[in-house]
């Protein structure tokens, strides 16, 4: 797998500038590969919350980490209750994620915006939810931490929501925080735009 992929590429990213046996956060669960990734970076001694809305999604994610693993370590939430063992599944939506974390406890939130990769498309991320899980998302990152976001556009998912959330995070006050959005310069077709952002210690 190509370490230009934007999956891959974010991962790198974290890896580089976050300490490992943290607290993580996947706020969209997807099919797992970044909620695996933080468990790899959690080890022993961390903890990772990963949400998503649809049960296919937590299923698919608690198969990969079984897989690999991590299956005495999972615990499944899917009524509110509260989150037990190293590795909380949830299925609740990401801009709830307050509910189950506490404020200035994360070293990372990772995003990835869109549709559930070979889900129904009609079911995806949207901007309304996206920018209250963002502010949220900030409240819970410890100082230093980062958020790390995968935005696509065009096709199914339109170019609404990736100009309303790079919009809000232009806005974020400069001493507080520290934002980088990349870009791949020589693809067409829209490609995909990382971005991180660090919360200023």
Known sequence: ???SQITNWCHEMIRSQVKTGGVYVDATMG????????CEMAGECGKVFAFDIQK????????????????EDISVVTDGSECRGRIAL???GHEHMDRY??????DVVCFNFGYLPGGDHAVCTKKETDLKAIR???HLLKKGGMLS????????TGFEEKEAILDFLKG???REYTVIVNSYHNRENNPPIPVFVWKEE
């Open 1 to 3: 797998m190509r370490k």
């Open 31 to 38: 099919n797992g590969h970044d909620t695996l990734f933080l």
């Open 56 to 71: 296919i999604a937590l299923e698919s994610t608690r198969k990969r980490l079984g897989e690999r693993g991590f299956t």
């Open 90 to 92: 949830i299925l609740d």
């Open 101 to 106: 974390v506490e404020t200035g406890s994360v």
């Open 136 to 138: 949220t998302a900030l």
């Open 149 to 156: 976001l995968c935005i696509y556009s065009g096709k199914d």
């Open 172 to 174: 974020l006050p400069s």
